[in-house]
Structures are given as C-alpha cells and as structure tokens.
C-alpha cells in the first residue's frame, strides 16, 4: 500500500456537482495578482508536478487538485467516468475559489481538459501553458503503433467478465520490484537518467493501488473525447511544449495545436520522455518564464 505520509497537505476539500468531497491544493503565494489552475495528468498525483510548481511559487498562487481515483481521491468514483464527469469537477472548483481569471495550465490529460474547458467557457482563461499534451484519441498513436486502440476497446467490452482477473493483474504488475518497473518504462514513458528514485517512487508505487476498473474506463473516456474544431477559440496566449522521446504524447499532437492556434508560442525538449514534466523541469520553466514575461503574463 501506498503511503501518504509524505503527500502534500490540502488546502481543503471542495463540493461538486454530485455532492463529493475532492481535495484540492494551494501552493505559492495566496496574495499573488495571478492565479494558476493547474490541471495534472492522468493517474497521477501531486509529486508529478511537484518540480515546475516549485519553481513558480514565489510569484504565483497555484491551485490544483486530485483527480477521482488518484492521488488523495483514489478511492473517490465518478457513477459515469467521462471527461464532462472532470469537467464538472474542474468548474466546481473553479467556483470554489471564486471564478476569477486564471492561467490554465495543463500537463498530459490535463491538456485534453484545459482546451475543452477553455472551449467552454473561455472569458476568465487569461493564458494558457499546454505540456507534454495529449487531446483525444491518443491510444491510435501510442507508441507509435496502431494496436492500442483496438487493444483498450476490446478489454473495456471484456472487463465485465474478466473482471476479478484484470484488476489482479494490474496490482501484481506495480508491485514488481522498483528497479523493474523503472527499466520496462524507459524509453517509452521515462528517462531513469533524469530523475531520481525519490522523485519518481511517488508515482510508480501508487499505481498499484489505483482501482483497474477506473483506469480503464477514464482510458476509454479520454481516448474517445476529442479537441478537434475546439483550438480556434483559444485567444488567450498560449504556449504548447512536447517531448522529443515522448511515445505517449507524440510532438506531432502538440504541433497540430500549435499550427490550429494563431500566435502561439512552441518548443520540443530534445529526449524530453512524456515524464520530462520531471526530468526536464528547468527546461521547461525557462520557456514558461520567457512566455509569461514576454505575453505579460508574470508577476508584477
């Protein structure tokens, strides 16, 4: 099991639409002039974006949750998993802390969140910052393979009757030693040479208590939700990153975002993995910071 000992504090606990408790995450200065709406990745939790917060928390207050099913919330369920279920979840929050103007940034699925979201409702998005994204259908192209997507539909139709099977499966697989996990990651979705055990446990060790049920069917969701025809309202300055190396969100996504969005700022890390978010950190806020200074979007 998991241990949270370690795990950030929360803020609190918001309301949503359904009547759940979901906590949510303060970082920075709460007096700043901006506020940052960081939306993290798919079953990760808190440490993932841990680096990249740090580096803005002098200037910025950013706020940011758990999603259902993962971090403090693994145990939390949505009674229809689907990106509209998050979306409400987002909005609750956001009018939790008061429906003001933020900078929305994304990281993975978070990505895929932040477009429709802004698609939505774009009047208080003032910037975006889009990382390591993914915006529908990604399972078509994961590592670079057509398989995938037949793959995940196939077990979504037989988890009703492979049930008990599947979920052992999944738990025995994160539960395999440490240094074994870390090598069958690299190269795909990792760069062991980047970042360390203590950065990266966090994640890989609380996979294996994340519910298999819920993890395939947000799969399902997000693979089947699509951003196409939702990029041309983005009017508020963005900046899209992706990874070189990265065989989950593969560059050719971010720069079709980057082509659909007039004036939009991009850059590619070289050997940047789909966990670059880690292991590509300073990278990643010198662009953060020349955009925001350049779009005069930082702190004053």
Request: charged fraction near 20%; aromatic fraction near 12%.
């Amino acid at each position: 099991m998991y241990s949270f000992e370690r795990y950030p504090e929360p803020k609190g606990h918001f309301e949503t639409k359904d009547g759940a408790k979901l906590p949510w995450f303060e970082y920075g200065n709460p007096a700043a002039e901006r506020t940052i709406l960081f939306l993290n990745g798919f079953t990760c939790n808190q440490h993932n974006i841990a680096k990249v917060v740090a580096a803005l928390a002098a200037d910025y207050r950013i706020v940011t949750f758990d999603y259902r099913g993962q971090g403090l919330a693994f145990r939390e369920r949505h009674e229809v998993v689907s990106i509209d279920a998050v979306l409400d979840d987002i909005d609750a929050l956001h009018a939790h802390i008061g429906k003001i103007p933020v900078l929305l940034f994304g990281y993975s699925k978070g990505c895929q969140l932040a477009v429709e979201w802004n698609y939505r409702d774009n009047s208080r998005v003032t910037g975006l910052v889009l990382l390591l994204g993914i915006y529908g259908n990604i399972f078509d192209s994961f590592l670079n393979m057509k398989i995938f997507a037949p793959m995940l539909n196939a077990t979504y139709h037989a988890f009703p009757f492979l049930k008990p099977i599947l979920k052992r499966t999944w738990r025995t697989a994160h539960r395999l030693p440490f240094a074994l996990r870390v090598a069958l990651g690299k190269g795909t979705l990792l760069n062991p040479e980047r970042v360390n055990e203590a950065e990266l446990r966090p994640f890989l060790d609380q996979l294996a208590d994340l519910d298999f049920e819920y993890i395939l069917h947000m799969s399902h969701a997000i693979h089947h939700h699509t951003n196409d025809g939702q990029f041309d309202r983005i009017k508020a300055p963005c900046l899209i990153i992706s990874g070189e190396a990265d065989l989950f969100a593969l560059p050719q996504h971010s720069e079709r975002v980057h082509q659909a969005v007039a004036s939009s700022w991009y850059f590619s890390i070289p050997a940047g993995t789909h966990n670059a978010i880690l292991e590509h950190s300073d990278e990643i806020m010198v662009w953060v910071s020349e955009f925001l200074r350049e779009k005069n979007l930082a702190a004053s």
